[in-house]
Protein backbone atom coordinates (compact mmCIF):
# COMPACT_ATOMS: atom_id res chain seq x y z
CA UNK A 1 0.00 0.00 0.00
CA UNK A 2 1.40 3.23 -0.94
CA UNK A 3 1.89 6.36 1.50
CA UNK A 4 -0.73 8.27 1.02
CA UNK A 5 -3.19 5.02 0.55
CA UNK A 6 -1.72 3.71 4.27
CA UNK A 7 -2.66 7.29 5.40
CA UNK A 8 -6.11 7.24 3.92
CA UNK A 9 -6.58 4.45 5.95
CA UNK A 10 -4.96 5.45 9.33
CA UNK A 11 -7.01 8.62 8.87
CA UNK A 12 -10.18 6.45 8.82
CA UNK A 13 -9.19 4.12 11.52
CA UNK A 14 -8.34 6.70 13.42
CA UNK A 15 -11.77 8.90 12.54
CA UNK A 16 -13.28 5.65 13.84
CA UNK A 17 -11.80 5.41 17.37
CA UNK A 18 -10.55 8.74 18.02
CA UNK A 19 -7.19 8.14 18.51
CA UNK A 20 -5.10 10.54 16.55
CA UNK A 21 -6.38 13.95 15.49
CA UNK A 22 -6.09 14.24 11.19
CA UNK A 23 -4.17 17.01 11.05
CA UNK A 24 -1.38 15.03 12.96
CA UNK A 25 -1.89 12.35 11.23
CA UNK A 26 -1.14 14.24 7.66
CA UNK A 27 2.21 15.88 9.30
CA UNK A 28 3.35 12.59 10.50
CA UNK A 29 3.00 11.29 6.47
CA UNK A 30 4.09 14.64 5.12
CA UNK A 31 0.79 15.44 3.52
CA UNK A 32 -0.34 19.08 2.86
CA UNK A 33 -3.47 21.17 1.83
CA UNK A 34 -3.64 20.54 -1.95
CA UNK A 35 -4.35 24.43 -2.38
CA UNK A 36 -2.16 25.78 0.90
CA UNK A 37 -0.72 28.94 0.11
CA UNK A 38 2.84 29.26 -0.30
CA UNK A 39 5.56 31.58 1.44
CA UNK A 40 5.36 34.99 -0.29
CA UNK A 41 8.75 34.59 -1.72
CA UNK A 42 7.75 31.04 -3.21
CA UNK A 43 4.81 32.35 -4.33
CA UNK A 44 6.65 35.48 -6.41
CA UNK A 45 9.09 32.94 -7.88
CA UNK A 46 5.77 30.59 -8.78
CA UNK A 47 4.45 34.09 -10.67
CA UNK A 48 7.95 34.64 -12.40
CA UNK A 49 7.93 31.17 -13.84
CA UNK A 50 4.84 31.22 -15.28
CA UNK A 51 5.40 34.47 -17.41
CA UNK A 52 4.70 32.54 -20.35
CA UNK A 53 1.35 31.67 -19.43
CA UNK A 54 0.68 35.19 -18.03
CA UNK A 55 1.90 36.96 -21.48
CA UNK A 56 0.12 33.97 -23.56
CA UNK A 57 -3.38 34.42 -21.45
CA UNK A 58 -3.71 38.71 -22.17
CA UNK A 59 -2.41 38.16 -25.79
CA UNK A 60 -5.28 35.62 -26.69
CA UNK A 61 -8.03 37.67 -24.77
CA UNK A 62 -6.66 41.15 -25.85
CA UNK A 63 -7.30 39.23 -29.89
CA UNK A 64 -10.54 37.82 -29.12
CA UNK A 65 -12.36 40.72 -27.54
CA UNK A 66 -13.08 42.80 -30.05
CA UNK A 67 -13.72 39.92 -32.86
CA UNK A 68 -16.95 39.98 -32.71
CA UNK A 69 -16.87 43.84 -33.84
CA UNK A 70 -16.58 45.48 -37.01
CA UNK A 71 -14.19 48.07 -36.28
CA UNK A 72 -12.38 45.34 -34.33
CA UNK A 73 -9.33 46.16 -32.14
CA UNK A 74 -10.55 50.51 -33.27
CA UNK A 75 -12.34 50.37 -30.01
CA UNK A 76 -10.03 50.57 -27.69
CA UNK A 77 -8.91 54.04 -29.26
CA UNK A 78 -12.73 54.64 -30.25
CA UNK A 79 -13.66 54.70 -26.84
CA UNK A 80 -11.49 57.10 -25.09
CA UNK A 81 -11.54 59.48 -28.97
CA UNK A 82 -15.07 59.65 -28.44
CA UNK A 83 -15.60 60.55 -24.32
CA UNK A 84 -13.07 63.09 -25.25
CA UNK A 85 -14.89 64.72 -27.95
CA UNK A 86 -18.37 64.88 -25.33
CA UNK A 87 -16.05 66.33 -22.56
CA UNK A 88 -14.89 68.83 -24.80
CA UNK A 89 -18.12 69.76 -26.14
CA UNK A 90 -19.80 69.54 -22.52
CA UNK A 91 -16.73 70.96 -20.31
CA UNK A 92 -14.77 72.54 -22.59
CA UNK A 93 -17.57 74.99 -24.76
CA UNK A 94 -20.26 74.71 -22.62
CA UNK A 95 -18.83 75.42 -19.26
CA UNK A 96 -16.14 77.50 -20.08
CA UNK A 97 -13.48 74.92 -19.23
CA UNK A 98 -10.91 75.33 -21.86
CA UNK A 99 -10.37 78.64 -20.44
CA UNK A 100 -6.77 79.45 -19.32
CA UNK A 101 -5.58 76.14 -20.31
CA UNK A 102 -3.13 76.20 -23.14
CA UNK A 103 -4.25 73.60 -25.62
CA UNK A 104 -7.31 72.62 -24.42
CA UNK A 105 -7.32 69.50 -26.96
CA UNK A 106 -4.01 67.99 -26.23
CA UNK A 107 -4.70 69.07 -22.40
CA UNK A 108 -7.81 66.17 -22.45
CA UNK A 109 -6.84 63.96 -24.56
CA UNK A 110 -3.90 63.62 -22.97
CA UNK A 111 -6.10 63.12 -19.47
CA UNK A 112 -8.36 60.59 -21.12
CA UNK A 113 -6.01 58.64 -22.78
CA UNK A 114 -3.98 58.42 -19.32
CA UNK A 115 -6.98 58.42 -17.27
CA UNK A 116 -8.90 55.09 -19.55
CA UNK A 117 -5.41 53.24 -18.84
CA UNK A 118 -5.68 53.09 -15.12
CA UNK A 119 -10.31 52.68 -15.45
CA UNK A 120 -10.10 49.88 -17.74
CA UNK A 121 -6.95 48.05 -15.52
CA UNK A 122 -8.70 48.26 -12.32
CA UNK A 123 -12.01 47.72 -13.61
CA UNK A 124 -10.95 44.55 -15.55
CA UNK A 125 -9.22 43.74 -11.94
CA UNK A 126 -12.72 43.33 -10.26
CA UNK A 127 -13.60 40.47 -13.00
CA UNK A 128 -10.39 38.45 -12.93
CA UNK A 129 -11.29 36.20 -10.37
CA UNK A 130 -15.14 36.17 -10.53
CA UNK A 131 -15.04 35.73 -14.42
CA UNK A 132 -12.43 33.02 -14.40
CA UNK A 133 -14.30 30.75 -11.77
CA UNK A 134 -13.77 27.43 -13.94
CA UNK A 135 -10.36 28.38 -14.66
CA UNK A 136 -9.49 28.65 -11.00
CA UNK A 137 -10.97 25.36 -9.87
CA UNK A 138 -9.79 23.24 -12.86
CA UNK A 139 -5.91 24.20 -12.38
CA UNK A 140 -3.37 25.25 -9.92
CA UNK A 141 -1.56 27.79 -10.76
CA UNK A 142 -1.19 31.74 -8.58
CA UNK A 143 -4.54 33.27 -8.71
CA UNK A 144 -2.37 36.49 -8.92
CA UNK A 145 -1.43 34.95 -12.93
CA UNK A 146 -4.96 36.35 -13.71
CA UNK A 147 -4.97 39.99 -12.15
CA UNK A 148 -1.72 40.45 -13.64
CA UNK A 149 -2.94 38.78 -17.09
CA UNK A 150 -5.57 41.15 -17.08
CA UNK A 151 -3.03 44.51 -16.44
CA UNK A 152 -0.62 43.10 -19.26
CA UNK A 153 -3.53 43.04 -21.60
CA UNK A 154 -4.24 46.73 -20.88
CA UNK A 155 -0.97 47.43 -21.42
CA UNK A 156 -1.09 46.31 -24.87
CA UNK A 157 -3.64 48.40 -25.12
CA UNK A 158 -2.68 51.04 -24.34
CA UNK A 159 0.27 50.77 -26.75
CA UNK A 160 -1.57 51.61 -29.57
CA UNK A 161 -3.50 54.15 -28.04
CA UNK A 162 -0.61 55.74 -26.68
CA UNK A 163 0.85 56.40 -30.68
CA UNK A 164 -2.33 57.54 -31.81
CA UNK A 165 -2.31 59.87 -28.73
CA UNK A 166 1.21 61.26 -30.14
CA UNK A 167 -0.20 61.91 -33.64
CA UNK A 168 -3.04 63.46 -32.08
CA UNK A 169 -1.06 66.22 -29.93
CA UNK A 170 1.42 66.74 -32.64
CA UNK A 171 -1.60 67.93 -34.75
CA UNK A 172 -2.66 70.50 -32.06
CA UNK A 173 0.37 72.09 -32.34
CA UNK A 174 2.95 70.58 -30.31
CA UNK A 175 6.53 69.49 -31.62
CA UNK A 176 8.35 66.10 -30.31
CA UNK A 177 11.16 67.31 -27.77
CA UNK A 178 13.60 65.44 -25.45
CA UNK A 179 11.04 65.60 -22.70
CA UNK A 180 9.36 63.02 -24.74
CA UNK A 181 12.18 60.03 -23.36
CA UNK A 182 10.57 60.31 -20.05
CA UNK A 183 7.06 58.78 -21.73
CA UNK A 184 8.31 55.28 -20.61
CA UNK A 185 8.97 56.43 -17.30
CA UNK A 186 5.79 57.83 -16.41
CA UNK A 187 4.10 54.70 -18.16
CA UNK A 188 5.80 51.88 -16.16
CA UNK A 189 5.06 53.70 -12.90
CA UNK A 190 1.70 53.73 -13.76
CA UNK A 191 1.64 49.93 -14.68
CA UNK A 192 3.17 49.09 -11.49
CA UNK A 193 0.45 51.22 -9.35
CA UNK A 194 -2.49 49.86 -12.16
CA UNK A 195 -0.88 46.10 -11.13
CA UNK A 196 -1.37 46.96 -7.50
CA UNK A 197 -4.64 48.79 -7.49
CA UNK A 198 -5.69 45.44 -9.87
CA UNK A 199 -4.26 43.11 -7.22
CA UNK A 200 -6.93 44.90 -4.73
CA UNK A 201 -9.47 45.33 -6.47
CA UNK A 202 -8.95 41.72 -7.95
CA UNK A 203 -9.38 40.07 -4.05
CA UNK A 204 -12.09 42.78 -3.24
CA UNK A 205 -14.18 41.52 -6.02
CA UNK A 206 -13.75 37.97 -5.53
CA UNK A 207 -16.20 38.06 -2.39
CA UNK A 208 -18.44 41.41 -2.83
CA UNK A 209 -20.83 39.98 -5.53
CA UNK A 210 -22.10 43.74 -6.01
CA UNK A 211 -18.54 45.52 -6.58
CA UNK A 212 -19.16 45.10 -9.95
CA UNK A 213 -22.29 47.54 -9.83
CA UNK A 214 -20.23 50.03 -7.91
CA UNK A 215 -17.72 50.50 -9.77
CA UNK A 216 -18.85 52.85 -13.06
CA UNK A 217 -19.72 55.41 -9.92
CA UNK A 218 -16.29 55.01 -8.39
CA UNK A 219 -14.45 55.26 -11.53
CA UNK A 220 -16.66 58.19 -12.44
CA UNK A 221 -15.99 59.76 -9.37
CA UNK A 222 -12.56 59.41 -9.99
CA UNK A 223 -12.37 60.91 -13.50
CA UNK A 224 -14.67 64.14 -12.10
CA UNK A 225 -12.00 64.56 -9.42
CA UNK A 226 -8.61 63.41 -11.62
CA UNK A 227 -8.72 66.65 -13.30
CA UNK A 228 -8.98 65.39 -16.68
CA UNK A 229 -11.00 68.15 -18.21
CA UNK A 230 -10.31 70.89 -16.05
CA UNK A 231 -7.04 72.74 -14.74
CA UNK A 232 -6.73 71.78 -10.84
CA UNK A 233 -4.67 74.78 -10.47
CA UNK A 234 -6.24 76.85 -12.43
CA UNK A 235 -9.45 75.95 -11.58
CA UNK A 236 -9.26 75.35 -7.23
CA UNK A 237 -6.30 77.94 -6.54
CA UNK A 238 -6.90 80.52 -9.39
CA UNK A 239 -10.85 80.79 -10.29
CA UNK A 240 -12.07 79.17 -6.67
CA UNK A 241 -9.13 81.22 -4.65
CA UNK A 242 -8.96 78.15 -2.64
CA UNK A 243 -5.22 77.65 -0.85
CA UNK A 244 -2.97 75.96 -2.45
CA UNK A 245 -2.80 73.21 -0.05
CA UNK A 246 -5.78 71.74 -1.55
CA UNK A 247 -4.95 71.84 -4.91
CA UNK A 248 -1.72 69.39 -3.64
CA UNK A 249 -4.09 67.13 -2.02
CA UNK A 250 -6.43 66.59 -5.32
CA UNK A 251 -2.72 66.32 -6.88
CA UNK A 252 -1.79 63.61 -4.11
CA UNK A 253 -4.75 61.54 -6.23
CA UNK A 254 -2.30 59.07 -8.09
CA UNK A 255 -4.42 59.16 -11.24
CA UNK A 256 -3.71 63.35 -11.38
CA UNK A 257 -0.13 62.72 -10.68
CA UNK A 258 0.39 60.49 -13.35
CA UNK A 259 -1.62 62.49 -15.70
CA UNK A 260 0.09 65.65 -14.53
CA UNK A 261 3.43 64.41 -15.11
CA UNK A 262 2.04 63.22 -19.10
CA UNK A 263 0.72 66.98 -19.48
CA UNK A 264 4.01 68.03 -18.25
CA UNK A 265 5.90 66.16 -20.44
CA UNK A 266 4.07 66.48 -24.07
CA UNK A 267 2.26 70.12 -23.75
CA UNK A 268 5.10 72.95 -24.31
CA UNK A 269 3.21 75.27 -22.64
CA UNK A 270 2.12 73.82 -20.01
CA UNK A 271 5.50 72.99 -17.94
CA UNK A 272 5.69 74.38 -14.68
CA UNK A 273 7.67 77.41 -15.35
CA UNK A 274 4.16 78.82 -16.85
CA UNK A 275 3.04 78.44 -13.62
CA UNK A 276 1.77 74.78 -12.53
CA UNK A 277 2.18 72.73 -9.57
CA UNK A 278 6.12 72.09 -9.26
CA UNK A 279 7.21 69.02 -11.06
CA UNK A 280 8.94 67.70 -7.79
CA UNK A 281 5.61 66.71 -5.64
CA UNK A 282 4.12 64.99 -8.67
CA UNK A 283 7.17 62.85 -9.45
CA UNK A 284 7.14 61.94 -5.40
CA UNK A 285 3.34 61.17 -5.42
CA UNK A 286 3.78 58.80 -9.05
CA UNK A 287 6.67 56.92 -7.47
CA UNK A 288 5.05 56.39 -4.09
CA UNK A 289 1.74 55.01 -5.48
CA UNK A 290 4.05 52.80 -7.77
CA UNK A 291 6.29 51.90 -5.25
CA UNK A 292 3.05 51.24 -2.15
CA UNK A 293 0.45 50.05 -4.72
CA UNK A 294 2.92 47.31 -6.03
CA UNK A 295 3.82 46.03 -2.52
CA UNK A 296 0.81 46.33 -0.91
CA UNK A 297 -1.42 44.91 -4.08
CA UNK A 298 0.53 41.72 -3.79
CA UNK A 299 0.62 41.45 0.04
CA UNK A 300 -3.09 42.13 0.16
CA UNK A 301 -4.03 39.45 -2.53
CA UNK A 302 -1.38 36.88 -1.47
CA UNK A 303 -3.20 36.67 1.72
CA UNK A 304 -6.51 34.87 0.27
CA UNK A 305 -4.60 32.69 -1.96
CA UNK A 306 -6.37 29.73 -0.42
CA UNK A 307 -9.98 31.31 -0.61
CA UNK A 308 -10.11 32.39 -4.27
CA UNK A 309 -12.58 29.71 -6.37
CA UNK A 310 -14.40 28.28 -3.08
CA UNK A 311 -18.07 29.02 -2.61
Same mark, same amino acid.
Given at each position: ?????????????????????????????????? !????????????? =???????????????? %? +???? %? $???? *???????????? @???????? @????? +????????????????????????? $?? $? +??????? %??????????????? $??????????????????? *??? @??????? =????????????????? !???????????????????????????????????? %??????????? =????????????????????????????????????????????????????????? =?????????????
Amino acid at each position: MSQPESAVADAQAGGRSGQEPLAKLAERYGLRRA !IARPRFPVYVRQL =WERRHFILTYATSRNV %S +KYSS %S $ALGQ *LWQVLTPLLNAA @IYFVMFGL @ILGGS +KNVPNYPAFLLTGMFVFTYTQRTVT $AG $A +KSISGNL %SLIRALHFPRASLPL $AYTIQELQQLAISMGVLLV *LVV @ITGELPN =WFWLLIPVVLLLQTLFN !IGAGLVIARLGSSMRDLNQLLPFITRTWLYASGVFF %SIQDRVVTGAH =WPQWVANVMYLNPAASYIEWMRDILIESYHPENGHNPPTMVLVSCVFWAVFALGFGF =WYFWRAEERYGRG
